[in-house]
Nanobody, 121 residues
């Protein structure tokens, strides 16, 4: 099982920066990928950035060059630093963990409760 607790987010002016943090509590297995997704008003949830178990990061095109993800495998945390924020970055941001039970090959997604990021123009 996995529990994810997020922190950070809030209101910022366009061009500003914000940081998001997520810490995982894990039992009975391991986290493979860990990262961030977001859901803007009226839109589907979409990938922002993730880091897999090999340390390889994946970014959405909208995040490349502005957002930076960092994962600490010991502390089981994942941080997202967001720079040069735009109004279109306004969304609820969700921490995600892809969990695999010991001895199993299938993976399950776990989600945090979400944290609001609002960028004013």
């Amino acid at each position: 099982q996995v529990q994810l607790v997020e922190s950070g987010g809030g209101l910022v002016q366009a061009g500003g920066s914000l940081g998001l943090s997520c810490v995982a509590s894990v039992s009975g297995g391991i986290i493979e990928s860990m990262g961030w997704y977001r859901r803007a008003p009226g839109k589907e949830r979409e990938l922002v950035a993730t880091v897999n178990s090999d340390g390889i990061s994946t970014y959405a095109d909208a995040a490349k060059g502005r957002f930076f993800i960092y994962r600490d495998y010991v502390k089981k945390t994942v941080d997202l630093r967001m720079n040069s924020l735009k109004p279109e970055d306004t969304a609820v941001y969700y921490c995600n963990a892809e969990f695999r039970r010991y001895g199993r090959s299938n993976r399950n997604d776990y989600w945090g409760q979400g944290t609001q990021v609002t960028v004013s123009s």
